[in-house]
């Protein structure tokens, strides 16, 4: 025997439990190391803020009105319930929710019943109005949530379209817009041209047969609209008072094109905007009427006339005693952004600012401009600087700009009048930082335009599709507002006016607490025409300094796509939430991708590839696993891209189009043309020209004619009731792939429209999966 002891069969089976234990520390220790990704029904099954809906404080100031959206409520959208019943396309799993702005505590007072939206509390805050379905027909009723007795009602049977509701300042009536009672008789004047620009479609003159006609003027001029993008007359409504109490609606405008409506401040008169026409063939710029009515009489007249507008109509204001209104010129073709003033009786405006033309068109969206408590001047923000004018004057002084900062949006209080701090002397506005694409809020001196930061995080403020993103109380002392950035969803915030504390208010997505979330970073380069760039870069969550990743490019030609630095995931919602990607190791970049008329196929060349190989320089982005991914025009940004580079391994193209011949000939029933002013126009991504006077520039920018140059496998995703890009286009990538014998697979998505952030629950949870997999067939290794 040796002098070593023998090991008895106890101390083998300890040494073997050790041994045990030590791999199942290591094994845990490995998967603490690796946290789980995001799993697609998390992503999916996110509470989010409605969209385009207001959040409003009570009178008192103790409760916080909104309204959430569940979306695995959500359900296909259907456009054609709009001009049956007043529901919104986008409206779809909505509650309405009420939050104690001192405890926190939230209280759903619709129960998923049905979908509710457009909460507005009445000025003495006795009750809050919204729309709802909740009575199983479909349609959009008022319902009134009465708080001091904790009971709903419905107020009318009417169904009503519309976008807004307002109350009268004594809290008895609801101003609103209905389908037309009756159709418009013949001895009215019809306003604008709709009827001849759409060709007015008809049915056939045999009973049972189902032909719809279209017809067109042989004799109209070609430089004058005889199709629109959309058709004016979907905007045609009643306007009504309804009473709250009795349920009486009582009428002041017959069948009238209403963009946006506005209740002067004493109650008496109603301003609405009314789209008369399109301004040119080559532009979705509408010109608006400006009309103000007695709700007494009944009676109104124009207050000023074809005036350049943004899509809604909404850029204006009442002045603080309703006799005057205010309105910001705006719209896709707009120069100056002037602000006009006009007398509620007298309908002549002037133009108080006068402020030289800018060259191209801002990227802003004009805002009603807001006036002062007295009435005397109003303060708007022009190319991110902050102007004030004298309503007596002729124009607009500079009051301030922020260094390295553009001034976004000012913050009104009620009555549009503005907010304002220490006595009148100073004021709070939102403000982006272009360099570091992140929002902030500013105090700014009305004197002598000096500014200080208050709050600034790497936040997006503004993100949430609504025009007003804050709420202010009564008294001032109090402001919400909502905050996201890439790692983190959307939540409600509120503060008082130094910002010094804020508190979250809302906790919508606890499910995403236990997920590592990617970290965002900016990098910019040089296109190959020597312009500086810039693009979001959202890093694995696991990413370790000196590993390569598969990266996946997400495109949308002429959108500086870096802005998305400080929003959730660095998408818009839903399904495009690129943390999916990030939690699963890959990189994804978002690169500013300027593109001139006439060239946007090769210009989106110039810009997009530098920037990937940046990525790859960086060390960050592996050169043989690169993917592009595009929705809408990003679709066909993507096939632009797959037809001049065989870089890209893998590509998706969700609700694209190959074909500019096609796009510009698609027609909805209606019969518009919405393709027409986007290639027309002589902007960003526009061909400046029709197919007939530059046929070989409508070739040369469409991919479908380069498909037989395309190694890269594609994915084509589309939804069969798609209204903006026809399916027919889709099913023409598809076609031409397989008769070129390429890689496609291609998925339509029966009854959904253009978007997937409006798409049902289950289709929304399809289209993720199979983004997932195609990228994981195609790039990793």
């Known amino acids: 025997m040796t002098s070593q002891a023998r090991a008895t069969p106890e101390v083998l089976l300890r040494l073997l439990a050790r041994g045990l234990c030590c791999l199942l520390a290591a094994s845990h220790l490995c998967a603490a190391q690796q946290p789980p990704p995001l799993s697609v029904q998390d992503a999916l099954r996110i509470r989010s803020f409605g969209e385009l809906m207001p959040i409003q404080f009570s009178a008192d100031g103790r409760w916080l009105a909104y309204t959430l959206k569940d979306a695995q409520r959500t359900k296909p959208g259907d456009a054609s319930k709009w001009a049956r019943g007043g529901r919104l396309r986008f409206v779809t799993g909505e509650d309405i929710y009420i939050s104690d702005v001192e405890t926190g505590e939230a209280r759903n007072l619709t129960g998923n019943d049905g979908d509710n939206w457009y909460p507005v509390w009445s000025p003495d805050g006795q009750f809050l109005a919204f729309l709802s379905d909740r009575n199983k027909t479909g349609a959009a009723r008022v319902w009134i949530w009465d708080a001091s007795k904790n009971k709903l009602r419905q107020v009318s049977d009417i169904d009503f379209t519309t976008t807004k509701m307002e109350w009268t300042p004594d809290s008895r009536r609801i101003l609103l817009a209905t389908l037309p009672a009756t159709p418009q008789r013949k001895e009215e004047p019809q306003r604008g041209s709709a009827l001849t620009d759409f060709g007015n479609p008809s049915p056939g003159k045999v009973a049972g047969s189902t032909v719809v006609v279209y017809r067109a003027d042989s004799t109209s001029d070609r430089n004058h609209p005889t199709v629109g993008p959309w058709n004016l007359d979907d905007f045609r409504r009643d306007l009504v008072l309804l009473d709250v109490t009795s349920g009486e609606v009582t009428p002041i405008v017959h069948s009238e094109r209403i963009a946006t409506t506005l209740i002067s401040p004493d109650g008496l008169h109603v301003g609405y905007t009314v789209p008369e026409r399109f301004a040119s063939p080559r532009s979705q710029q509408m010109l608006f009427d400006i009309v103000v009515t007695d709700l007494a009489t009944k009676r109104g007249h124009i207050v000023a006339s074809d005036v350049r507008l943004n899509y809604e109509g909404a850029a204006f204001s009442w002045s603080p005693d309703g006799e005057q209104l205010s309105f910001h010129a705006g719209g896709v073709d707009e120069r100056t952004y002037d602000c006009y003033v006009v007398d509620r009786s007298l309908g002549e405006p002037r133009d108080v600012s006068n402020l030289p033309p800018l060259r191209m068109p801002s990227r802003e969206r004009s805002a009603a401009p807001i006036w002062d408590v007295d009435g005397t001047h109003i303060y708007f923000t022009r190319e991110g600087v902050l102007w004030r004018a004298f309503v007596g004057g002729a124009k607009a002084e500079e009051i301030a700009q922020i260094r390295h900062r553009q001034i976004t949006q000012l913050i009104p209080q009620s009555g549009n009048r503005l907010w304002t701090r220490n006595n009148g002397r100073s004021t709070i506005v939102y403000t982006h930082d272009e360099a570091g694409k992140q929002d902030g809020l500013f105090e700014l001196d009305l004197e002598n335009g000096q500014s200080r930061p208050l709050l600034e995080r790497g936040q997006c403020y503004t993100c949430i599709n609504i025009d007003d993103p804050f709420a202010i109380v009564k008294a001032g002392d109090r402001i919400a507002f909502f905050a996201e ?183 909805d029933e209606g019969g518009s043309a919405y393709g027409i002013p986007i290639i027309e126009k002589n902007d960003r991504g526009g061909l400046g020209t029709t197919p007939w006077e530059r046929r070989e520039r409508y070739i040369e920018n469409s991919p479908v004619f380069y498909f037989d140059r395309i190694e890269t496998p594609i994915l084509i995703l589309h939804g069969s009731a798609d209204r903006a890009v026809a399916p027919f286009l889709a099913d023409q990538v598809f076609v031409g792939l397989r008769r070129l014998g390429k890689e496609v697979e291609y998925a339509k998505y029966q009854g959904e429209d253009h978007s997937p952030l409006y798409w049902s629950y289950p289709n929304q949870v399809d289209l993720c999966d199979r983004i997932i997999d195609w990228l994981e067939s195609h790039l990793k290794k």
Do not use: C
């Open 485 to 667: 950035d890439a790692k983190q969803s959307e939540d409600l915030w509120i503060s008082d006016p130094s910002f010094e504390s804020p508190r979250r208010l809302t906790h919508l997505n606890p499910q995403l607490d236990h997920y590592k979330m990617g970290v965002a970073q900016l990098v910019d380069w040089l296109s190959d025409d020597g312009e500086r760039l810039q693009g979001a870069l959202l890093l694995p969550s696991d990413y370790k300094e000196g590993k390569r990743y598969p990266l996946v490019v997400s495109v949308y030609g002429g959108e500086s796509r870096s802005e998305y630095f400080d929003h959730f995931g660095l998408g818009s919602g839903g399904p495009i939430n690129w943390q999916l990607l990030a939690t699963r190791n890959y990189a994804v970049l978002l690169p500013d991708t300027p593109v001139r008329v006439s060239t946007p196929m090769l210009d989106l060349a110039k810009t997009v590839l530098p920037g990937v190989s940046r990525v790859v320089a960086m060390g960050i982005a592996d050169p043989d696993r690169l993917a592009v991914v595009g929705q809408s025009y990003g679709g066909y940004s993507a096939l632009a891209l797959v037809v001049q580079t065989l870089r890209f391994k893998a590509a998706i193209e969700v609700a694209g189009l190959a074909d500019l011949v096609g796009f510009y000939g698609e027609m």
